[in-house]
């Protein structure tokens, strides 16, 4: 662990930067071993301290711990050391015939020394994904995690002390100003997890040293439910989409379209279900995770109080306790567009739904929006799911359930503008660690090699044919 001065963060990133090339040249064993021993941490040796830490931190039950933020990493890590030797391999590619003479390839090769900046929602996750891509792609690597999450963020820092010397990773831990005076630093490369509003701060910065940045951000995820659905099914994986770690997650849905037929039979359905996940007391659950910190439960609090201002109803939930950070799981109807609700990532466990008639409705008022990190349709129609699709824009896109899409590590999960920039997992997160390194090797005098000056009559004749042939 590191936890002092600016001096400190200079003397880490200047001890990262001349060990880079002897991590950058390992072989895929090394980092492969590199990856095996971080897997039996999170396996085996400190599986138990995230637990309780997860809990100290913000009551999160243990299966949401192993599913969410253990079980992902591991998988990250498996599918890593199937394909990261296809993926160190140079890349042959075609040399046009006016190169004759010539071979090329692309080398993925490390980027260099990178920063990487986890929150607090999923921190064992959001911490240890990308240093995996990052470990596969051969860099020295700073981590910043979270300071809401102080307990977590310990038992991590001893994984990364046990497991690794500083020159090559290192765990940085404290408040807002750690991070501010790490962004000061020449990274090769940034990946930052957190809100649109934090990552415009963390390009602003990277762009002082034309540092490539990955960000994952969030926004308000749409969900559309159409009439020609299952509404008990679609109902039970919308509850354990939102509900999840309480709603704190980026690519919760943040607001529902039901088609205005089902209104009644939604509400019904919700209301069985939520009391069959978490009982009609569910503050009393030990399947609900508690919202992280005061501010963020009085941010929620406060969105609550202010729809109900504006005329929104409440259908189900409402209540919370100030003294455990405890938000009931909350079912909205007609915010205003004017409303905190409509306007801000809700992160939390309410959920605003709307009514439509016509599909085109949805999509426009998708569109009139940011692009979101994820957008989630649930139909059986082909022809309408095709049309959403096409009609919008998005991260990523789950069809008939959500969350899932994160899991896949052969799809890129990243978002678009102002959800993010840059994608992470399995192959596409080796390749934002990487840079794309072209190299052409002449073994023959060439044709090029034959126009050089001086130029006369013959060498233009070459070019014209070069032009229409080649």
Not at 55 to 71: G, H, R, V
Not at 231 to 255: E, H, R, S
Not at 404 to 429: A, C, D, E, R, T
Request: proline letters at 4%; a neutral charge; hydrophobic letters at 35%.
């Amino acid at each position: 662990m590191v936890n002092k001065s600016e001096n400190t963060y200079l003397n880490l990133f200047n001890s990262q930067k001349i060990n880079q090339f002897s991590v950058g040249n390992t072989t895929y064993k090394a980092r492969i071993k590199k990856l095996n021993r971080l897997k039996n941490a999170l396996e085996f040796t400190y599986k138990q301290r995230l637990r309780d830490a997860l809990y100290s931190d913000f009551k999160k039950p243990q299966l949401e711990t192993d599913l969410t933020e253990i079980y992902p990493v591991i998988d990250e890590i498996n599918f890593v050391k199937r394909n990261l030797k296809s993926w160190l391999k140079p890349q042959k590619v075609e040399t046009p015939i006016s190169l004759l003479g010539s071979s090329s390839y692309i080398k993925n090769e490390a980027k260099g020394v990178c920063l990487i900046i986890s929150p607090w929602n999923f921190p064992v996750n959001l911490t240890f994904g990308p240093l995996v891509s990052a470990i596969a792609a051969g860099n020295t690597v700073i981590l910043k995690p979270s300071e809401m999450t102080p307990h977590t963020s310990k038992v991590m820092s001893d994984i990364i002390e046990e497991l690794f010397d500083d020159n090559e990773i290192a765990l940085v831990e404290g408040e807002v100003e750690v991070s501010q005076e790490l962004l000061k630093l020449p990274f090769n490369h940034i990946f930052f997890t957190g809100s649109p509003q934090v990552g415009k701060i963390v390009m602003k910065a990277a762009s002082e040293h034309l540092t490539s940045v990955t960000l994952e951000l969030g926004g308000k995820s749409p969900t559309i439910i159409d009439d020609t659905t299952n509404l008990d099914k679609v109902v039970k994986k919308i509850i354990f989409g939102k509900f999840m770690n309480v709603g704190q997650t980026c690519i919760a849905p943040d607001y529902v379209f039901i088609n205005e037929t089902i209104k009644t039979a939604f509400i019904a359905s919700f209301k069985q279900h939520l009391d069959e996940f978490y009982s009609e007391k569910a503050s009393e659950s030990n399947s609900l995770a508690r919202i992280i910190n005061r501010k963020h439960f009085e941010r929620l609090k406060s969105y609550l109080e202010d729809a109900s201002l504006k005329n929104a109803t409440i259908e189900i939930g409402g209540s919370y306790k100030e003294e455990d950070n405890y938000i009931e799981p909350t079912l909205v109807f007609d915010a205003s567009e004017d409303s905190a609700l409509m306007k801000n990532e809700i992160f939390g466990p309410i959920l605003p739904v709307k009514t439509y008639g016509n599909i085109d409705e949805v999509i426009d008022y998708i569109n009139s929006k940011e692009k979101p990190l994820a957008l989630y349709i649930f139909s059986k129609n082909k022809k309408t799911i095709k049309h959403i699709i096409n009609n919008t824009r998005a991260g990523s896109t789950c069809v008939n359930h959500n969350l899932l899409q994160f899991l896949n590590h052969n799809l890129p999960f990243g978002g678009s503008n102002n959800s993010g920039i840059g994608k992470s997992h399995g192959y596409f997160g080796f390749l934002e660690f990487t840079n794309q390194r072209s190299v052409l090797k002449q073994h023959t005098i060439g044709a090029v090699d034959l126009l050089m000056p001086p130029y006369n009559n013959f060498k233009q004749k070459l070019v014209d044919l070069t032009i229409k042939w080649f």
